[in-house]
């Protein structure tokens, strides 16, 4: 079946250290997307990417990195720049950045920094 | 400002009984208004979707509204089950500067009591 893989499904980190978050699809999708999940707040766009090699600051982009070497791969690396890291983090894709279709979700990774 | 505002925060139905979720916007320009039901520890997952010239679609026991005069969407259950207990999210897509953006709404959470 074809879907988005997020991994760890929990992980835990002490304070100050980067970790890197697995997103992988074989939707054959182009656009990919990172969103964070808090409590009471819609979901917050981290960063997206509308093709291999590309991608784009989204609305809070600040102590986060990704890349994208590969289609099917869009990994997200929480550094410890970021103020507030845990949270709810979650992937997405759908085929084109600019069409209708729906955004499909993988089902999350749960960060916590202690 | 672009905001999706839902309503109410929570609600607690008892199962078989019809419940209606509300969802408010301001973004522009607009495209389309999706519903996405999202089960705790898990990614959303798309219900239906509703474009400019659309007011009404059913997805099973799902029915959705809009109204895009008054930038108003409702949500309607019916003949709940255990099984829609989740949160509800609201989301607007739209172009802006070429570009195609989300604005998700803050979701309400309905627990179906037996």
């Known amino acids: 079946d074809g879907g988005i893989t997020q991994s760890p499904k929990y992980l835990f980190r002490k304070e100050g250290q980067n970790v890197t978050l697995s997103c992988e699809q074989n939707l054959n999708h182009d656009a990919m997307y990172w969103y964070r999940q808090d409590p009471g707040q819609g979901l917050r766009l981290i960063y997206y990417s509308q093709i291999v090699n590309d991608f784009q600051k989204g609305d809070i982009a600040e102590g986060y990195s990704v890349s994208r070497e590969k289609k099917e791969s869009f990994p997200l690396t929480v550094t410890s720049a970021q103020k507030n890291p845990t949270a709810f983090y979650l992937c997405?894709?759908?085929?084109?950045?600019?069409?209708?279709?729906?955004?499909?979700f993988g089902n999350g990774t749960r960060l916590t920094v202690t | 400002k672009n905001q999706v505002e839902q309503s109410p925060q929570s609600l607690i139905i008892l199962e078989g009984k019809n419940c209606t979720l509300q969802?408010?916007?301001?973004?522009?320009?607009?495209?389309?208004l999706r519903w996405y039901k999202q089960d705790t520890g898990r990614g959303p997952v798309s219900l239906t979707i509703?474009?400019?010239?659309?007011n009404t679609k059913s997805n099973g026991r799902y029915t959705a509204t809009l109204d895009a005069d008054t930038k108003q969407s409702s949500l309607h259950i019916t003949a709940s089950q255990l099984s829609d207990s989740a949160s509800y999210i609201c989301v607007v897509g739209g172009t802006t500067s070429g570009t195609y953006k989300y604005i998700f709404g803050t979701g309400t959470r309905l627990k179906v009591l037996a």
């Open positions: 997405a894709s759908k085929e084109k950045q600019q069409d209708n279709s729906p955004l499909h």
């Open positions: 969802c408010n916007y301001t973004v522009s320009p607009f495209s389309n």
């Open positions: 509703m474009t400019f010239s659309e």
